[in-house]
């Protein structure tokens, strides 16, 4: 009899979250998308907004940061003597309210095969301490060799505290939080994903990386835990060109801290006592550096905005690596501005990549940028996940981040800021032999697809804010 009440209901339902999706939306792109999918899906459409649409963690999130940090525990310097920074240095000081941290040492590794030894040992060494975050931590041979050195630790009464993301970790089955949990090792999933009860907040992941030993030692950056990031990767369709930095130094701290706040994000426990490093500014260093967290909470668009603001102070030149390139209009602006105003831009992507759907949309957006004959160039295979960008001859940004808004919206991301010539410059030479072997992309190669192929780029570009 009451039949008829149900299109009623759910046209109700389509148009109410449709209705949201309008007034909360940011993106406008988003928004179109999530309005469109509610009308033509009325059923599916609110139930897919409901568990990925939603920001529902950035209200909450400020509420279960819970860990409270004195200022003057993590202290920073704003100008280093004998150093000439800025205005660069301006910008992520204005962003964090942070002056710089000394670095006494950065190690540049690339690929497991250097990273993955000097973690090993690292853990291994480690006396009193060991933090391990990662987005990805596979259950294979080199998965199973961190939880083994991680077990051995906790054997010998080292604290051990791993944080790994909740989705991230489902890219191997069985799961490593399985093995951890047999090897007794302290973990953390970061936002569990859930069937029972559903997972609400499914699209806003942890992919920060990092492993702190000790307070004394720091690795960060783009590379997860997983043999497909060696060279002998049991396929070659899977493997994984990145680099990874290896830190000493005041820096230390800060990640030390960031890790903190994910675990007791993760734990919901309050931390009382006020957190301490091990570190101190050394005023003569010669690499100084800062933190920069970037979130969908207090965090959100640190990154993007970063990006924008150091761009725009480049006076020579601007590399950018960067495994997805789904930039914000405002972020293809900057890059227009400082190629008008005579700075090199050149920008790296990898010509094979592991997301096609992110691949298609980005050759959408590259009309823009080689409209304005910005050099573009595709690194040859394997998928290259190195995520770099350097300014003018002092300044690097390395870490965790893509260009495309699922990091630089959605995602838990970090960054450290480098000033130091001595680091810019190996990271130049490591990005010139990367070039050297690019391919460039051409306005006619682009220009030229078939009428079916930018049919697709433009509809995967349509999804570009959730990929």
């Known amino acids: ?13 389509a148009v109410f979250t449709a209705g949201h999706a309008l007034l909360t939306s940011r993106d406008s792109r988003a928004a179109f ?30 509420k279960n940061y819970l860990i409270k940090v004195s200022r003057d525990s993590l202290p920073t310097i704003a100008d ?62 080199t998965g199973r060799r961190f939880a083994e ?86 396929t070659r369709k899977h493997r994984v060109h990145d680099i990874h930095f290896r830190l000493t130094g ?39 550096s800062r933190v920069v967290l970037d979130g969908p909470n207090k965090y959100m668009d640190r990154l993007n905005n970063l990006l924008i603001g150091v761009i725009s102070t480049a006076r020579s030149r601007v590399w950018l690596m960067t495994p997805y390139f789904l930039p914000t209009m405002d972020l293809i602006g900057a890059l227009t501005a400082a190629h008008l105003r005579g700075v090199e831009v050149m920008i790296l992507l990898p010509e094979e990549n592991n997301l096609k759907i992110a691949h298609w949309a980005s050759r959408n957006v590259l009309r823009e940028v ?22 003018d001859d002092v300044y690097s940004l390395i870490g965790s981040a893509n260009i495309d808004p699922r990091s630089l919206r959605l995602n838990y991301e970090i960054g450290v800021e480098l000033f130091s010539k001595r680091i810019n410059q190996q990271l130049s030479d490591y990005f010139a032999a990367r070039s050297a072997i690019s391919k460039p992309v051409t306005r006619e190669e682009i220009a030229g697809r078939s009428l079916p192929e930018k049919i697709r780029d433009s509809i995967s570009w349509l999804f570009s804010p959730y990929l």
């Open 149 to 234: 050195a991680l077990q051995r630790a906790c054997q010998r009464g080292v604290e051990v505290k791993v944080i790994i993301d909740g989705l991230g970790e489902f890219t191997s089955v069985p799961r490593i939080g399985g093995l951890l949990r047999r090897y007794n090792i302290p973990f953390q999933r970061f936002n569990p994903v859930t069937l029972l009860p559903p997972s609400l907040n499914i699209n806003l992941r942890s992919h920060r990386k990092m492993l702190i030993t000790d307070g004394l030692m720091a690795f960060t950056g783009g590379q997860n835990i997983g043999s497909r990031h060696t060279r002998d990767a049991p």
């Open 370 to 391: 080689l409209d304005e004959d910005i050099d573009v160039r595709y690194q040859p295979g394997p998928f290259v996940h190195s995520k770099l960008l350097l300014v």
């Open 80 to 141: 280093p003597q004998g150093t000439q920074f800025r205005p660069l240095s301006t910008v992520g000081e204005t962003l964090t309210r942070k002056g710089l941290s000394s670095c006494n040492d950065v190690e540049i590794l690339i690929n497991g095969d250097a990273l993955y030894p000097a973690m090993l040992e690292a853990i291994e060494e480690a006396r009193s301490q060991i933090l391990l975050a990662s987005y990805i931590f596979d259950n294979d041979d």
């Open 33 to 62: 998308g999530w309005i469109a999918l509610c009308i033509i899906l009325p059923l599916a459409g609110p139930i897919i907004y409901l568990l990925f649409g939603i920001n529902r963690v950035r209200s909450r999130a400020q």
């Open 1 to 13: 009899m009451m039949v008829w009440l149900l299109p009623v209901l759910l046209v109700s339902v």
């Open 250 to 288: 005041k820096v230390v701290d800060e990640l030390e801290w960031a890790f903190w706040q994910d675990w007791h994000y993760c734990t919901g426990k309050r931390q009382e006592a006020t957190f301490r490093g091990h570190n101190i500014n050394v005023p003569d260093a010669d690499i100084w």
